[in-house]
């Protein structure tokens, strides 16, 4: 049975009506839990179009899109386009313009050029992924030509301020240079980098960009954002409640972060673990941070199921502070790391579920609905594998642990929108572990300016 139709709340109501009055085509930047689903489905349905493909993360297809895309239209026929027989088939009848709601994940998408397909309406969702202009998914992008077009997501330029324009290329090809170089002397400011030579630097009036666009929609969680937002689009939800904890590299681990620190180089149980260029120093202290990592014959660095660690220390310390059962979303950079955490919990009797790129992602929607249902307590995810799309966390989940932070921004970003998120009834409380001393500290400083800076772009004034 499909639940009743949802009613927009009286800020989508207006956004739908944006889109219809710019024909169905506009960039949607509101922030995680807005509704962006919804909004985009309805302009479809209010407009007629037949033939809709919509890009999105798979682990979004079914709990999110084709749910609402049913409750919102019944009669609707959703369609996925991937290996199998019937996607396949999907895939044929999409180019000949067959009516209906065709689904497929950006890692397929970029396969093919899209030149001879036509859908009347593109959507994009989670469209900062096509942020980076050499990124195949964004070349890929550029060959479809849709008569209508949204892109959606909360982080809609990516890590930089140029990232806006391969997304507007796509949305307004007729608005962005096709020189990306003349469009950033008129949007951005530049420098001279020795080694990557002419650099963009900012915008060059913070603002101008999302000004100069047709239909630029932007709602903030807890900021003013309009006249319907004078206090942010969640005003009405309980703020975020944010506890740093601090702790102490386990002896074993601080010998081995200050002496690789040092020299680039450490024997570990017998064996090498070598970096030879900065990023990879950066790489293995970041491993460091997090557990006394072991080193195989061949080189491999992993992490022992009983490796020391302060901050698995730590998290067992706030987990006997909560309520027997409470359920937590736990989250890291380093699958590693996270299956050993899965492991050390659920040797605990805390019954958890590694959420990672090693899990396809039809056992991931198992758990996740054992999750919602009170079946698994902690998710131990990796913030690069859940930080887009998954919806359902904040029905039953207001407790979340950071272990670490993925040096991409966005992706943090997004992954702290899995709870702080329309749907969450409690204050979320966020409990973010940090190594004294150690590349954490430096790492959450240099996030902090990156986030200021594109919030002063994203902001539009």
Known sequence: ???????????????????????????????????????????????????????????????????????????????????????????????????????????LFRRFNWAKCHPQLAIFDEIHRASNRNSKTAVMLQTLR?????????????????????????????????????????????????????????????????????????????????????????????????????????????????????ELFVWLEGNPMIAEVPVAQRVRLRQITLGVPSVDDEGVVHFADDCKSSKIDEMFDIISDLPDGEPLLVLTHSQKFAKVVTQRLNNKKIVSFEWSGA???????????????????????????????????????STVIWLSKDDNRLMNEQAAGRLDRQGQTQAVLSFDIVADGTYDEGQLGKLVKDQLSMNRSLRGN
């Open 1 to 107: 049975m499909v639940d009743s139709p949802l009613v927009p709340y009286a800020y989508q109501e207006s956004d739908i009506q944006k889109l219809i009055d710019n024909d169905g085509t506009g960039i949607v930047a509101t922030q995680v839990g807005g509704g962006k689903t919804l909004i985009a489905i309805e302009v479809a349905k209010r407009l007629g179009t037949g033939v809709n493909l919509v890009i999105a993360p798979k682990g979004t297809h079914k709990r999110a899109w084709e749910k609402t895309i049913l409750r919102q239209i019944p009669d609707a026929q959703v369609r996925y386009v991937n290996s199998t027989v019937s996607g396949k088939e999907a895939f044929t009848d999409l180019h000949e313009h067959k009516s209906g709601w065709y689904l497929i994940g950006p890692e």
């Open 146 to 262: 849709s008569e209508r077009r949204i892109g959606m997501s909360g982080t809609i330029a990516g890590n930089r301020i140029e990232g806006f324009w391969s997304v507007l290329r796509w949305v307004y090809p007729g608005i962005a240079d096709k020189s990306f170089w003349k469009w950033v002397d008129k949007y951005c400011t530049t420098k001279f980098d020795p080694f990557a030579g002419k650099i963009v630097s900012g915008e060059r009036m913070p603002g101008g960009i999302v000004a100069s666009l047709p239909c630029y929609i932007r709602h903030l969680k807890r900021d003013n954002c309009c006249e319907l937002h004078p206090n942010g689009m969640d005003a009405d939800l309980p703020a975020i409640v944010e506890e740093q904890r601090v702790v102490q590299l386990a002896p074993a681990q601080r010998k081995i972060y200050k002496e690789f620190e040092k």
């Open 359 to 397: 899990k396809p992602q039809p056992v991931r929607d198992i758990a996740l609905t054992d999750f919602i249902a009170g079946k698994i307590q902690v998710i131990v995810a990796v913030i690069s594998a859940i930080g887009e799309g998954t919806d359902g966390l904040q029905e039953v989940c």
